[in-house]
């Protein structure tokens, strides 16, 4: 399967603790993108490289999320002090440089994260 | 704010017949928009874009109107099949930034 994986599929911890989630894109996209899901809403955006550089962040990635992505490759998402407010469904998606225009993200299955 | 918004959260259709799901958005500097397909559990499955300078996009069954004076698109979905059931998002984005997302239109396709 070449499309986005991401891993784990489901984290359960608890408040205060840190965690950490790890997506692999689409081998020759070097557009990744991080948003976060929650019941009912959308997915909103939280942060976005391009190969190795972070390009945006959302004023929602607070001082206790950082993102990586060394070597222009897999990126992780950690999550320091964990709330009961960061449960959510956390998804990467990855695209090709959109140049002069916009290419389609594709998704990968997300990690779901409950804070107990 | 919610710069893309979906005003109908669901959408109940006989099998066979017509879906329409309808987005508007606030933004004039966007020149992409995109659907998604999302089932429980899952992350969301690209479906059609469109971009800026077209009007329309067709994919088989799924088809994007973009009506840019109105700030608009719609997608249809044509003949609408039970395995269609799911929830429906518009997404958006400008000079390849960030996509901002609706917050969905879940359809039921009725057998």
């Known amino acids: 399967d070449t499309g986005v994986s991401q891993n784990p599929r489901h984290k359960i911890t608890k408040r205060g603790q840190n965690v950490t989630f790890r997506c692999d894109p689409i081998?020759?996209?070097?557009?990744l993108y991080w948003y976060r899901q929650t019941l009912g809403q959308g997915p909103e955006f939280l942060t976005y490289?391009?190969?190795?550089?972070?390009?945006?962040k959302s004023r929602l990635l607070s001082d206790r999320f950082s993102a990586e992505r060394p070597k222009g490759s897999f990126s992780t998402l950690e999550i320091q002090r964990t709330e009961q407010g960061d449960s959510a469904m956390y998804l990467c998606?990855?695209?090709?440089?959109?140049?002069?225009?916009?290419?389609?993200?594709?998704f990968g299955q997300g990690t779901r994260l409950t804070v107990v | 704010d919610q710069q893309v918004k979906q005003n109908s959260p669901s959408l109940s259709v006989q099998e066979g017949r017509i879906s329409i799901l309808n987005c508007d958005y606030t933004?004039?500097?966007?020149?992409?928009f995109l659907w998604y397909k999302k089932y429980p559990a899952e992350g969301p499955t690209f479906l059609i874009s469109?971009?800026?300078?077209?009007d329309k996009n067709e994919d088989g069954r799924f088809t994007v109107f973009l009506n840019k004076s109105a700030k608009h698109l719609s997608l249809h979905i044509v003949p609408s099949q039970p395995g269609d059931s799911a929830v429906y998002f518009c997404?958006?984005?400008?000079?390849?930034?960030?996509?901002?997302f609706g917050t969905g239109t879940s359809l039921t396709v009725i057998p």
């Open positions: 933004n004039s500097m966007f020149d992409y």
């Open positions: 997404a958006a984005s400008g000079y390849g930034n960030q996509f901002y």
């Open positions: 081998s020759e996209h070097n557009r």
């Open positions: 490289f391009q190969n190795e550089a972070q390009l945006e």
């Open positions: 998606a990855s695209s090709t440089d959109p140049g002069q225009g916009t290419t389609e993200a594709f």
């Open positions: 469109i971009s800026s300078i077209k």
